[in-house]
């Protein structure tokens, strides 16, 4: 049940005990992921819920044994050599026709950051990407700037509204300028709420990644956007699949990968990110929960930051104590200490 609290329950993965339904302190995807926790973790969002059973009969065994998420373990994983990858990157090519860019409207209603909506032509399909840009009020341009990928919300919800502003607001209050473009496969440009192929996947992944480099290449046409200070920043579902275009990119100067690592399912190897991991040299940082049961440290976190091919001085692994969804404050510090060290503290 979705609540103030997480909630636990009988079931064990692992040597952790389940808690679901998601707190009002953590990402609201979280109602609907799994998360595990050690059965003596005392965090403030923890709860449970009383039961009385109506019938004196033992429970099915069913609902009280244990239970395993299965993921792709990547601790023996070895990405694909130079001359396969180079044949992945034709894959994402694109021709940089002209954009035909159109701010559709512009809302200046919140105190703290203009909002226009924005939309271009796709690198595919004679489509049009909205993307929102969300300019700070605190401060003078040019602005630096932070591409943002989201989390699986995108795919749940199918309306693009500020209450998904929850994890990047903060971006925008600290004076730095956030886009965030709708890419394939979400929100109003989800055409498949009942699920996916693994191969429409792959082309809707490769879609994804030329609507985010030609998001950059809108911002290289605005006179108020610093060209020099790029960063990237996705969370979970972005915190995996923004690997892909990092590795493709050389524009950003930086990027924060938040719940992210290797993918824990099996995607094709042409959209794994394991296999770019390697290519990726800009400096990264990593903000990953202990006891996450959807990205685990051993079989996903860890190969994912150890393959990196950014040099070791420059990239970070943070750990904070928690699941997949991550505790805002140390979450949002971390984020905002990385930037300040790699794009510069804003005045």
């Known amino acids: ?32 992921d799994p998360d595990a926790r050690p059965a003596f973790d005392r965090s403030e ?99 630096q700037t932070v591409v943002h990928f989201p989390g699986a919300e995108a795919l749940a919800f199918h309306t693009f509204t500020d209450m998904d502003l ?47 480099r030609r998001s950059l290449d809108y911002l290289e046409t605005r006179p108020d956007i610093d060209h020099n200070r790029l960063a990237y920043y996705g969370f979970s579902w972005g915190g995996t699949e923004g690997a892909i275009s990092l590795a493709l990119e050389s524009r950003f100067k930086t990027a924060v990968l938040a719940d992210g690592g290797c993918d824990p399912g099996s995607p094709f190897p042409e959209v794994n990110p394991i296999n770019f991991a390697p290519h990726i040299k800009i400096p990264v940082l990593m903000i990953n929960g202990r006891y996450d049961p959807m990205r685990p440290i051993v079989g996903c976190q860890l190969p994912f930051f150890r393959l990196l091919g950014t040099p070791s001085s420059d990239k970070r692994h943070v750990l904070l104590e928690s699941g997949h969804g991550l505790p805002y404050t140390p979450w949002f510090k971390e984020t905002l200490d990385w930037l300040d060290r790699y794009l510069g503290r804003v005045e």
């Not at 990858?85 to 559709?104: C, H, K, M, V």
């Open 166 to 212: 929850f994890c990047i607001d903060f971006l925008m209050k600290g004076g730095r300028a956030v886009m965030f473009p709708l890419y394939q496969g979400m929100y109003d440009r989800n055409t498949h709420p009942t699920g996916q192929g693994e191969s429409e996947f792959r082309d809707e992944a490769i879609q994804r990644s030329k609507d985010l």
């Open 45 to 143: 969002d923890n709860g449970f819920r009383l039961v009385k059973y109506l019938k004196p009969e033992p429970l099915p065994e069913a609902q009280t044994s244990q239970v395993s998420i299965r993921l792709t373990d990547y601790r023996n994983a070895k990405p694909v050599p130079d001359s396969v990858f180079r044949a992945y990157q034709g894959l994402y090519s694109y021709d940089r026709t002209p954009l035909n860019a159109l701010i559709e409207s512009v809302d200046d209603t919140s105190p703290q950051w203009r909002r226009e909506r924005i939309t271009f032509k796709a690198a595919y399909n004679n489509e049009r990407v909205t993307t929102f840009l969300y300019l700070p009020k605190n401060v003078s341009p040019p602005y």
């Open 1 to 32: 049940m979705v609540g103030n609290v997480k909630e636990w329950c009988f079931n064990s993965e692992g040597t952790s005990r389940f808690i679901l339904g998601g707190s009002s302190s953590e990402p609201k995807y979280m109602y609907q």
